[in-house]
């Protein structure tokens, strides 16, 4: 076509060959939009716990998660979510690391904000809990660790009550909630804005709903241990 | 008025580097940043001193050879402006400068505060131009552009390719350039013919450089000396992505002998 061949050249050696940095971050933003819908579902079960009926609500609800055939293929889709996210979001760190092999001796003072720049950081509290609550819930109902004395591994409630009555795990839950609400705060934005859905027509919207979506999901679980320790 | 400036000197790329400190005193408030450079420039040059290497060219705004990372800002403390267009009366008196080179893997340094910059030059020849030949004047309106495509259009080709933004990146991203450059075509009837291949080869190219990626941080729309918005990122992002997608094969044509 109209293009010199040195160009087809440069080209052919570097795209090939690996991610652009656009897919990259396209497949991180569509990943992470999937965690974002899956979060409000489960945000929704989980202040079933509140619900004063001795946990039958939330348990029925999360009988029925853990049952459902469609739900059961979702898990997978779940899985693969987090770890494209994650395996994503390590090569574009590295790769952002790399592009400044020198730093500056003098602090930037660009105005941005702040919580953009600590994505990974925030990213790994949020998966050092992911860690946790693995080994609490999901090793403890496929049978891999044992469950606390006394409590069915399939019985996800009293397992619940019991880890907010200790003020530690209550405490590791809740700054974990905090660097997730940092981390949904810019994430939600910075997704459309990835996928090429921004317009200043719209720009603004999107930014209030990113921030009331952080607030409103980080706030909801961090709910329910306080309702646990103050209310019960 | 006097200032404390801290300069990194470096002798040339292979040179290590570092900040060297120095004095310079009786400056008008009104003398440009770049004339206070000069000042230095002569009394290092009175002490048998080699001067401070600096770009610069048209030292109004338009040309877009200055840099300079001045106190963790590139183009210095102002919004909109380049730093040939920086006055002293933007500092205080007695302030110590911080003067530092942009820094990024793809942009070497040559000498002290002058960084390679042609590493912007192989994104634009991988595609950030219109290769049929124009033609003479046509008559007005033979080929319709609405006017909001071409004011976009005009926003995005206001780059004057400094490098400011990859300076201010956490990530050293050329995005904002790529994308300006990008826009500025695809907005308007001429440049749409090659859109799909373009940003192709644009982004490859950026990214064969090993310039970083858009974190959303937006601290290049803030830096932009001519505020180009990062809705272009956005919009150079859409046009890689249906590139990508739904562009048309090329035929192959095969020959046989
Ligand atoms: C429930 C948990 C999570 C959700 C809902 C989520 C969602 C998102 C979304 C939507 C983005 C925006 C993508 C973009 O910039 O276009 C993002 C960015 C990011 N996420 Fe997550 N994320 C989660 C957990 C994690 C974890 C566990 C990590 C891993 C360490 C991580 C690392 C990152 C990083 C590094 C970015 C920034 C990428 C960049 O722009 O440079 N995230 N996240
Ligand atoms: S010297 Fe031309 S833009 Fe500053």
């Known amino acids: 076509m109209f293009f010199p061949i040195e160009t087809i050249r440069i080209m052919d050696s570097s795209a090939r060959t690996r991610f652009s940095s656009i897919t990259s971050k396209v497949i991180m933003a569509l990943a992470g939009l999937f965690l974002v819908t899956f979060l409000l579902v489960h945000l929704g079960i989980n202040l079933l716990l509140l619900a004063g009926d001795g946990g039958q609500s939330f348990t029925a609800a999360a009988g029925f998660m853990a049952t459902n055939p469609v739900i059961r293929i979702f898990e997978v889709v779940l899985f693969g979510g987090f770890l494209l996210h994650m395996v994503f979001g390590l090569i574009v760190t590295l790769r952002n690391r790399a592009s400044r092999p020198l730093r500056y001796q003098h602090k930037s003072r660009s105005e941005t904000s702040p919580l953009s720049k600590y994505m990974f950081h925030s990213g790994v509290v949020v998966f050092v809990f992911l860690i946790l609550h693995f080994i609490d819930f999901y090793f403890v109902k496929v049978g891999l660790v044992a469950p606390p004395s006394g409590i069915d591994r399939h019985d996800f409630y009293r397992r619940s009550i019991l880890l907010f009555s200790d003020k530690g795990y209550s405490a590791i839950y809740l700054v974990s909630f905090l660097f997730l609400g940092f981390h949904l705060n810019h994430a939600v934005q910075a997704a459309f804005q990835t996928i090429g859905v921004s317009h200043n027509k719209y720009i603004g919207t999107i930014k209030v709903v990113s921030i009331l979506y952080a607030i409103i999901v980080a706030g909801g679980f961090m709910v329910i241990p306080f309702w646990f320790i103050l209310v019960r | ?257």
């Open chain 2, 1 to 257: 008025m006097i200032f404390t400036l801290k300069i990194w000197r470096q002798k040339n790329a292979a040179d290590k580097g570092g900040l060297v400190t120095y004095k310079v005193e009786d400056i008008s408030a009104d003398s440009s940043f770049f004339e206070m450079l000069d000042m230095l420039n002569q009394q290092l040059i009175a002490q048998g001193v080699d001067p401070v290497a600096f770009d610069h060219d048209c030292r109004e705004g338009i040309c877009g050879t200055c840099s300079l990372y001045i106190n963790g800002r590139p183009h210095g403390p102002l919004k909109g402006v380049t730093t040939c267009q920086l006055h002293m009366r933007s500092f205080n008196n007695g302030d110590t400068i911080f003067i530092e080179p942009w820094r990024c893997g793809a942009f070497p340094v040559i000498k002290d505060l002058i960084v390679d910059r042609s590493a912007f030059d192989k994104i634009i020849q991988a595609g950030g131009y219109v290769s049929v030949n124009s033609g003479g004047i046509p008559d007005a309106n033979t080929i319709p552009v609405p006017k909001p495509d071409s004011d976009a259009a005009f926003d995005a080709a206001a780059c004057i390719g400094c490098g400011a933004c990859v300076a201010s990146c956490p990530n050293a991203s050329a995005m904002l350039f790529v994308s300006s450059k990008i826009s500025h075509l695809a907005l308007l009837p001429q440049g749409r013919v090659e859109a799909q291949h373009r940003v192709q080869q644009m982004v490859s190219t950026m990214d064969s450089l090993g310039f970083g990626n858009c974190s959303n941080t937006y601290a290049c729309e803030a830096e932009c000396p001519k505020e180009i918005s990062v809705v272009n990122i956005a919009r150079m992002n859409r046009e890689f992505l249906a590139a990508l997608l739904f562009a048309e094969k090329e035929k192959q044509i095969s020959f046989s002998l």
